[in-house]
């Protein structure tokens, strides 16, 4: 195994590798949350690899995430030591395959299913009226929304406008609706961080939101959101934006398993 170092440091052979899959924007979609670790984010990442298995830790947001490529529950399990403390609860995003080597490794604390959505549609169909886009002295007005819907606000990155840009929606000066840019990656883009009042016209909100967000990056990479299975009427909504369910994936809670 390679010694733990920061991502930006990446070994030659997992630099070129991640280099080289990630030309292909159907595979840096199935891996976006270790291709992001190694990345966008990799000042804030540890990684730990080898040939058969690469760990990346993200320490530098309220819960520890982990992300990894590679098959083996045994590696994931023993490059993982390096990585955490021992009893801290991590959180990981993974696909269907990656669950199963996940559920071998790690002792889980809870799964919640969600959807991969991928924009396929034409942004030229789309209305973003009367979405505007925020700047950061908005940030207070964010805030304060999510705190009245009780959201807790989730950027991958400190600063909610690094990523690119956010939109949201005013009644007067009161900001009703929002959505932010979460995740800028080579030929991909996550979108998401929506938050509406609910009223009578949240849909509407909603709609304008990411639609904004849509028109904004399509022209140039692939948009998609991560939504859990669960929101059946945010699915929908989506679909008829032009978005598909592109793959099941899974919010996993975990902790190492005792020592035995």
């Known amino acids: 195994m390679q010694a733990v170092a920061r991502a930006e440091r990446l070994s030659s052979h997992l630099a070129n590798q991640i280099e080289a899959q990630t030309r292909d924007p159907d595979w840096t979609l199935a891996h976006y949350t270790f291709v992001a670790s190694v990345t966008t984010l990799a000042a804030e990442c540890d990684i ?27 590696l994931l399990a023993n490059y993982t ?7 801290s609860e991590m959180e990981l995003l993974v696909d269907e395959a990656q669950r199963a080597v996940a559920e071998q490794a ?15 549609g034409d942004p030229g169909t789309l209305n973003a009226d009367p979405a505007a ?20 606000l989730r950027f991958a990155t400190r600063d909610p ?4 840009p956010a939109f949201g929606i005013w009644d007067e000066n009161r900001l009703v609706a929002m959505g932010v840019t979460n995740l800028r990656l080579p030929g991909v883009v996550q979108v998401g961080t929506i938050v509406a009042k609910k009223t009578a016209a949240e849909h509407l909100h909603i709609t304008a939101i990411m639609s904004a967000l849509v028109k904004a990056h399509a022209e140039r990479m692939l948009v998609f959101c991560i939504i859990p299975q669960q929101h059946g009427d ?8 032009g978005f598909v369910r592109e793959r099941p994936m899974y ?8 020592e035995k």
């Open 106 to 120: 790690f002792k889980v604390l809870s799964n919640e299913a969600q959807w991969q959505m991928v924009f396929r």
């Open 133 to 152: 886009e925020l700047a950061d002295n908005d940030l207070p007005a964010m805030q304060a929304l999510a705190k009245s819907e009780q959201v807790e």
């Open 161 to 164: 406008f690094q990523q690119g």
């Open 81 to 87: 030591t390096f990585l955490i403390s021992h009893g």
């Open 234 to 241: 945010a699915v929908e909504l989506l679909e008829t934006l």
């Open 251 to 258: 919010r996993m809670r975990c902790v190492l398993k005792e």
């Open 48 to 74: 730990a690899h080898s040939p058969a298995m690469s760990v990346a830790s993200n320490h530098a947001v309220p819960r520890l995430r982990l992300a990894f490529i590679g098959e083996s529950a045994e």
